[in-house]
Structure formats: C-alpha cells, structure tokens
C-alpha cells in the first residue's frame, strides 16, 4: 500500500461495516469483488479490508444494478473510465516536462 494515499483511498474498513454504511448485504459485496467491480485488500487473517472510495463506489455500483445495469457493464464502464483517466494523468505529464523544459527546471 502506498504511503502517500489520502484517508479515503486507505483500506481499513472491515466488510461488517461496510455493510452497515451501504445496506448491502454481505453477499452482494463478495458478488461486487468476484465480478471485478471492487477489489479490497486482505489483512494477514484474510479478512476483506475497505477504503471509504470503496464505500462510495459500491453505493454506485448497487444503484447501476437497480437500474437495471448488467455487472459486465458496469465493468466495461469503469475500465473506460479508468483509461480515459491514464490517458489524462500521461497528458498532464507531457505537459509538465515541456514547461519544465521550457523554463529550465529539474527534477530534484
């Protein structure tokens, strides 16, 4: 895990209260991880680990399903969003390089 991630993308959060927040049942949230949609970490016990972006995104993920959303769907669509957000983020970077460039500056 990384050391730089903010509070919301920690995964400390057990699958009990998970359930609590979302109303989701336990059932429903393993359904979510074996269908790709969400992917928790494991303590050393094997016990399912959650973030609170985790949280946020079940709760979309379960409002996709009641509005008759399939799951493989649902997945084609965050893997959409997940390389338009890559193609951003290498965007972004090109262009920092030219203005570092640009203007002489160096990574330290």
Same mark, same amino acid.
Do not use: C, W
């Given at each position: 895990?990384?050391?730089?991630?903010?509070?919301?993308?920690?995964?400390?959060?057990? !699958?009990?209260?998970?359930? &609590?927040?979302?109303?989701?049942? *336990?059932?429903? +949230?393993?359904?979510? $991880?074996? =269908? #790709?949609?969400?992917?928790?970490?494991?303590?050393?016990?094997?016990?399912?680990?959650?973030?609170?972006?985790? !949280?946020?995104?079940?709760? &979309?993920?379960?409002?996709?399903? *009641?509005?008759? +959303?399939?799951?493989? $769907?649902? =997945? #084609?669509?965050?893997?959409?969003?997940?390389?338009?957000?890559?193609?951003?983020?290498?965007?972004?970077?090109? !262009?920092?390089?030219?203005?570092?460039?640009?203007?002489?500056?160096?990574?330290?």
């Amino acid at each position: 895990m990384g050391k730089d991630l903010s509070f919301k993308d920690k995964k400390v959060i057990t !699958i009990g209260i998970v359930r &609590e927040l979302t109303g989701l049942s *336990e059932r429903q +949230i393993r359904y979510y $991880e074996e =269908r #790709k949609l969400i992917f928790p970490e494991r303590s050393a016990g094997g016990s399912r680990k959650f973030s609170f972006s985790d !949280i946020e995104l079940l709760m &979309e993920i379960a409002n996709k399903i *009641e509005d008759g +959303i399939q799951t493989h $769907e649902i =997945r #084609k669509e965050m893997q959409r969003e997940q390389k338009k957000q890559n193609q951003e983020e290498v965007r972004r970077k090109m !262009i920092q390089g030219q203005l570092n460039a640009q203007f002489g500056i160096r990574k330290q």
